[in-house]
């Protein structure tokens, strides 16, 4: 499976690299590699870092911290004391660098930069009060994205991934509905 990146922030995009959570959820990150090729592909984090299996255990405790969070988030209760450790903790290192040439922004640094960029760009989502953070409407997708459309009436995680699927569904069902009607 390919990853997605439809969440409006790269925390967000990495707690999402689970999905299905509360039925048998499916992780997409299950080994360092997967890692790599995570951050390769995210357009906001350098486009190479390699990951040994400890900085990978620690990115995938820094992710489940951010859900936890986000989770909170939505919900409106308060934040769970364990992962604001995890989160801030992270956020403390040092972050990559950026420079800018004709091609535009080129940003580099290790996986322990990496981790500490995504951490702040969590803190700086939960921390927005006027940031909507939503869970997908699609029931059992469970990805938390960020809602910066007007009026905030998006109700999917991305139409990609789960609104086109449920429209197709709503229509299959609208049409036995039909069918069965003809029939009797
Ligand atoms: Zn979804």
């Known amino acids: 499976m390919s990853f997605a990146f439809v969440s409006g922030n790269p925390a967000l995009d990495l707690a999402g690299t689970v999905g299905s959570r509360r039925d048998e959820s499916i992780d997409l990150l299950t080994e360092p590699a997967d890692l790599e090729r995570w951050v390769s592909e995210c357009d906001e984090l350098p486009d190479r870092v390699t990951a ?10 820094l992710r489940e911290a951010i ?35 004709d091609a535009g922004l080129h940003m580099s640094g290790d996986l322990a930069a990496v981790l500490s960029q995504i951490a702040r760009r969590g803190i700086a989502v939960f921390a927005d009060p006027h940031a909507c953070l939503k869970e997908c409407g699609r029931t059992g997708c469970t990805r938390i994205y960020l809602d910066r459309s007007r009026g905030a009436r998006r109700s999917w995680c991305g139409m990609e991934e789960c609104g086109n699927r449920v429209k197709a569904a709503a229509y299959r069902a609208r049409k036995r509905a039909s069918t069965t009607a003809e029939g009797s």
């Open 52 to 61: 040994d299996f400890a900085m990978f255990e620690f990115a995938l405790s």
């Open 67 to 101: 859900y936890r969070l986000a989770l909170d988030r939505v919900l409106d209760r308060p934040f769970d004391p364990g992962s604001l450790e995890i989160i801030n903790n992270t956020a403390a290192g040092p972050v990559p660098t950026i420079t800018l040439s």
